[in-house]
């Protein structure tokens, strides 16, 4: 029973001091003029891919950075660096997600200019990274067509703390068994508002939506929602 007791301590304690480092982060992000986007998923539902597609679009209109979250490899880093914006990788080396100290630490190697929108591809897990707060304005949430219509039902908190879903892959739908009606259906008890972007982020389809979106992104100073 004791034992129990410290652990929701040692937990509460932990999410706390990470709100604190969330809140300087978000600071910082304002005194950059960033707006700050969290994109969440499975292992390769496709975020790298989004991030390409969308920095070779947008990267003529407005300044990205990118901050990249793995366990091991620079390998995701060196994809971004590809497209000449500035991405600083981060190696979690075994942790499940990134946390507000580790974006933190990254964020001084970033160029101390503005920065429009910065990215911050987390490590590739759809349960722990909802639960910590890194300082951004929105999480998103990937899901991709391959991993099955019932991801939302199965791991909802990811998607309840998210302020839009996209839903890659698209292309490969008529491969799959992925069941539109029941994702729809799932979700609407989930977040009955969510916006869901139906994307390929390989092949371009449905991202001029996702565009859009990124645009009426509000900067309210707020945390965005955190669920455990
Ligand atoms: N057909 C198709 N393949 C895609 C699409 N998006 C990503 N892929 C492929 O899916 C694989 C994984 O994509 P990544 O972008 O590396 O996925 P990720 O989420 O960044 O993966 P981790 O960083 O390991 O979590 C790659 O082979 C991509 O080419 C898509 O829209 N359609
Ligand atoms: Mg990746």
Redesign the pocket.
Same mark, same amino acid.
């Given at each position: 029973m004791r034992r129990a007791v410290i652990k929701v301590k040692l937990v509460t304690n932990i999410l706390r001091a990470n709100e604190d480092m969330a809140s300087r982060n978000r600071e910082i992000f304002r005194e950059k003029g960033s707006k700050v986007v969290n994109l969440i998923?499975s292992?390769?539902?496709?975020?790298?891919?989004?991030l390409e597609t969308t920095i070779r679009t947008l990267k003529n209109h407005l300044t990205i950075g990118v901050i990249e979250g *793995?366990l091991m490899t620079t390998r995701?880093g060196e994809r971004i660096a590809a497209l000449e914006v500035p991405v600083v990788q981060i190696n979690t080396r075994g942790g499940c997600h990134l946390d507000a100290n580790m974006v933190h630490k990254a964020l001084t190697e970033l160029p101390s200019g503005k920065l429009d929108l910065i990215f911050i591809?987390n490590v590739?897990n759809l349960v722990c990274p909802s639960a910590f707060d890194l300082g951004e304005d929105k999480k998103v949430v990937?899901l991709?067509v391959t991993e099955g219509s019932d991801k939302p039902a199965k791991y909802p908190t990811t998607f309840e703390g998210a302020a839009a879903c996209l839903l890659?892959?698209? *292309?490969?739908l008529p491969y799959t068994n992925f069941n539109l009606r029941e994702f729809y259906e799932d979700l609407k008890t989930i977040k009955p508002d969510l916006p869901v972007f139906e994307?390929?982020?390989?092949?371009g389809q449905g991202m001029e939506a996702w565009y859009g979106w990124l645009t009426t992104i509000d900067v309210t100073g707020e945390p965005s929602p955190c669920r455990t």
């Open positions: 998923s292992p390769g539902a496709g975020k790298t891919t989004l *793995d995701d591809e590739g990937i991709s890659n892959k698209i *292309d490969l994307v390929s982020a390989l092949t």
